[in-house]
Each structure stands twice: as structure tokens, then as C-alpha cells.
């Protein structure tokens, strides 16, 4: 599985950017598909989740000004983000996931794109 995210780019506080994930699969594969980001000297974080039937969820501080959504025909989910701060710097990297199941065991199998980076000037 791969994953190849685009869109990032340097913006103005309170503009817009749309990030994009394409997957090398049909994303009728994935459990869930999501977007995540690391800024420097933090941990990475989740920043919003949309799972296979299109249930959302969004961390708290974006939750309002960020739009995630996907397109099974495209094999494809992106980020829409609006109204962005300085405080949303940070490289953004898609993520996927496909649960498998082993007995009674389930494991996730993570899948990540290469990160994209987001810079908005204050």
C-alpha cells in the first residue's frame, strides 16, 4: 500500500489550503483514513479521522475550521482547511489503516504517506 500526499504549502493566517491523499489501493480496503501532524519539537498528533463509511472526527482544536472528506471513486481523502493559524504550522502526513483479524486477535496495519508540510505566516 502506498500513499502519497500533496497540497501543503505556505499560507497567511486566517487563508485556506486543501491537502490530498491518493492511495495505490481502492480505499474500500481501509478501516479508516486520516491526517495527522507533527510540529517541530511536539509530538505527532491526529487531526481528523473519517472511517469507512464516513463517520468524522476531529481533534478539538480544529474542530470547526477543518473538513475532512473522500472520494472512493478517486481512491482519494483530503483535508480541507480553513482559517488557518500560525499555531496549525506543521508537516501533515495521511495515514490509513486496515484491520485484519487473527482469532480472536485484531491488529491494525498502519499505512503512512511521505507528510506534506503546511507553514502559515502570522
Known amino acids: 500500500v502506498q500513499l502519497q500526499a500533496s497540497g501543503g504549502g505556505l499560507v497567511q493566517a486566517g487563508g485556506s489550503l486543501r491537502l490530498s491523499c491518493s492511495a495505490s489501493?481502492?480505499?474500500?480496503?481501509?478501516?479508516?483514513m486520516g491526517w495527522y501532524r507533527q510540529a517541530i519539537g511536539k509530538a505527532r498528533e491526529l487531526v481528523a479521522l473519517?472511517?469507512?463509511?464516513?463517520?468524522?472526527n476531529y481533534a478539538a482544536s480544529v474542530r470547526g475550521r477543518f473538513t475532512i472528506s473522500k472520494d472512493n471513486a478517486k481512491n482519494a481523502w483530503y483535508l480541507q482547511m480553513n482559517s488557518l493559524k500560525a499555531e496549525d504550522t506543521a508537516v501533515y502526513y495521511c495515514?490509513?489503516?486496515?484491520?485484519?483479524?487473527?482469532?480472536?486477535?485484531?491488529?491494525?496495519?498502519?499505512?503512512w504517506g511521505q507528510g506534506t508540510q503546511v507553514t502559515v505566516s502570522s
Open positions: 473519517i472511517t469507512s463509511d464516513g463517520t468524522t
Open positions: 489501493i481502492s480505499i474500500f480496503s481501509f478501516n479508516t
Open positions: 495515514n490509513s489503516v486496515i484491520q485484519t483479524h487473527k482469532g480472536w486477535t485484531r491488529y491494525n496495519n498502519d499505512y
